[in-house]
């Protein structure tokens, strides 16, 4: 049984509070963070046969003293090691105490990156392991977590480590019978095994059974709550109105004929027998979020209520201004709608709480913060989620769990291929918006060295004279934050000192608070703000129709499709846009990877060209959708095993329609814990 981590042994209020911080309150939460990726550990090799740019193990004698140097930003410690075949300077940052831990005349055996520093090789901040210890761990996987602040490798495996040796944790939630049939892993050997696998062919059962939990309760959540939202006849009363047509109309564009289709498909199902349970499927920049308005503006003329979700409090406040500004442009500003998010102030959810519940306030636009137990509506008649994926079946529950459940639309930009597509949200309806807007120039891309640099920030600073705007973005510095200077606020800092004094450089992070990122998004949307330096914070939704350049540092650190949805927020006007992918290592897979998205700008192609260039066997790979999707399972890459996951979905129904029976408790406890492995990764 999951208990707080504070009650294992080790962790006090401090790592307690660091662990909150991203999320982990219990010990299941601990096993359920999957490894990033792991860290193999092979023979060591010889100095002479190392390269600029890789990672190696290096088995060397230290020849000097540890020699600690005071001068620069940072103190630099060195040595210089040896084996038989050459010599090379090793060096750390920080790390004095070394000079107390490295014995001249020693041997140790060194892990880290070879670069090239004043023309010459040197060996930089590896990690240091005596012989034997490095003979423990010779030709195994370790595993690399995503690292915060505070929270360090040797913590997180300890920590890891305890959470799984408590007894009971992850009791088996399928039959004997299920996992004979499709030759599935145990799930305690499985959960154990991704985060110690003892070998890559233990690592890939693990995963595969892993992957299966996931994509069996989420499509078991799926049909269980299809079939309750069949049951229960539309019993909102909604007719059609003329405004919507004149709404459309009065657009400063023609809807393009799929979003015609699609949003008369949704006028049909609102208003007709059965409740609505659809999604939206359809790339970035293909027009979602005028067709979820219309849903809601229908909903409220009727005299009902209708919540929008979004995943993110910039994408909610977003959606917020543009639906005002939508209804009065069109003179429905009576249609009154609030904004809720976990930002709004204690008096301020009071006041919007009173107006959902008596029904006053009609449309309302927020984040998770509306499906709180708090948040009463008088007269719910429509949910939107847009980008759904990280909303569960708990919060979805607590919506269609009522007496008069609302219509359900689901929005999503993950291209999943939709013979996939059925076999994950079964009898869902699907609505594909398959053609870009006719205004759209398409992209130009580039994929450039490091060296390219100045000449982007050329090309951005033209830009810029020339009216519109630009993105800049920074990956999350994960591994080791001293050598990685290109974060976000250094970057930014250094941006403004290249950039013409009245170009204004802003920065966006996951760090700030609400307040500031929104503040900083509406200067952005406004156009005060000309050059945004960001992390990924943009990756979802953001539409700023005047940036015309996305520059992307570290691009071989994304997954294609997330380069993808980062590459969405230009290209949004009638403007020719710019995509930028500055490669920041010199290796030739890379540059492969990085070209076929260069190449494309069609989120499918992207997507199956990268999983065939990888192989499905290849675990190690960048996550192909981002964080948008499953934390192990991949829909590409694990397409067989969403089938058999299918098939036994509808095993397990077949005999057991409402998972009543004794053997299946677990599944079904399960399913209502978390909806999936991980704690938010279901749909609709
Ligand atoms: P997404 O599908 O990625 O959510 P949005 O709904 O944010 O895309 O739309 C992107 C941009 O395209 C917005 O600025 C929107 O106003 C505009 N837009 C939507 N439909 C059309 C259309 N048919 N023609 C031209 N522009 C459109
Ligand atoms: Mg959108």
Known sequence: ????????????????????????????????????TYREYGSPVSVKDVKEGETYT??????????????????????TGADDTGRIPVIWYRAQYLRSVLKKGGFYVFRGRVVL??????????????????????????????????????????????????????????????????????????????????????LIKARTRIAFDEFLLFILSVRLLKERSDSVPNSHNIKPVWKTEEIIENLPYQLTNAQMNVW???????????????????????????????????????????????????????????????????????????????QSTASERRKIYAEMGSGEAKIIIGTHALIQEKAQYKD???VVTDEQHRFGVKQREALLDRENPPHVLVMSATPVPRTLAIILYGDLDISVLDEMPQNRIPIKNAVVDTQRRTQSYAFIIKQVREGHQAYVICPMVEENEEIEAENVTDYAEELRSVMPEDITVGVLHGKMKSKEKNRVMDEFSSGNIKVLVSTTVVE????????????????????????????????????????????????????????????????????????????????????QSGDLDFHVADIFRDSDVLKTAAEAASDILSMDPGLALPQNKMLREELSKYGAYGSESTVL
């Open 117 to 202: 520093k004043r023309g010459r090789l040197q060996l930089e901040h590896p990690e240091i392991f005596s012989l034997d210890d490095y003979q423990a761990l010779e030709n195994t996987l370790r595993p690399v977590y995503p690292l915060h602040k505070g929270l360090t490798e040797k913590q997180m495996i300890k920590l890891v480590k305890a959470a799984l040796s408590e007894k009971d944790l992850l009791p088996e939630i399928i039959t004997e019978e299920i996992r004979d049939r499709y030759q599935l892993a145990e799930r305690n050997f499985a959960v154990e095994a991704i985060h110690f696998p003892g070998d890559k062919e233990a």
């Open 264 to 342: 008369h498909q949704i006028e049909r199902d609102m208003t007709g027998h059965s409740l609505m349970s659809r999604l939206i499927q359809g790339d970035v920049g293909s027009g979602k979020t005028i067709i979820a308005f219309l849903a809601a503006i229908l909903s409220a003329m009727n005299g009902h209520q209708a919540a929008i979700m979004a995943p993110t409090e910039v994408l909610a406040k977003q959606h917020f201004d543009s639906m005002q500004r939508l209804l009065e442009q069109n003179g429905l500003s009576d249609l009154s709608t609030v904004l809720l998010t976990g």
């Open 58 to 79: 290096l088995r060397l004698r230290v020849l000097t003293n540890v020699y600690v140097s005071q001068g620069g930003k940072l103190p630099v410690t060195t040595i």
């Open 380 to 382: 719910l008649a429509l």
């Open 1 to 36: 049984m999951e208990r707080p981590v504070r009650e294992l042994k080790g962790v006090g209020e401090k790592t307690q509070k660091l662990l909150e911080s991203i999320g982990i309150y219990t010990t299941g939460d601990l096993v359920r963070l999957y490894p990033r």
């Open 540 to 623: 979802v939704g953001i539409n700023v129709p005047n940036a015309t350049v996305m520059m992307i540092e570290n691009a071989e650190r994304f997954g294609l499709a997330q380069l993808h949805q980062l590459r969405g927020r230009v290209g949004r006007g009638d403007a020719q846009s710019y995509c930028i992918f500055v490669q920041g290592n010199k290796d030739d897979e890379t540059n492969k990877r990085l070209q076929v998205i260069g190449r494309s700008n069609d989120g499918f192609f992207i997507a199956s060209e990268d999983l065939k260039m990888r192989g499905p066997g290849d675990l190690f790979g960048v996550r």
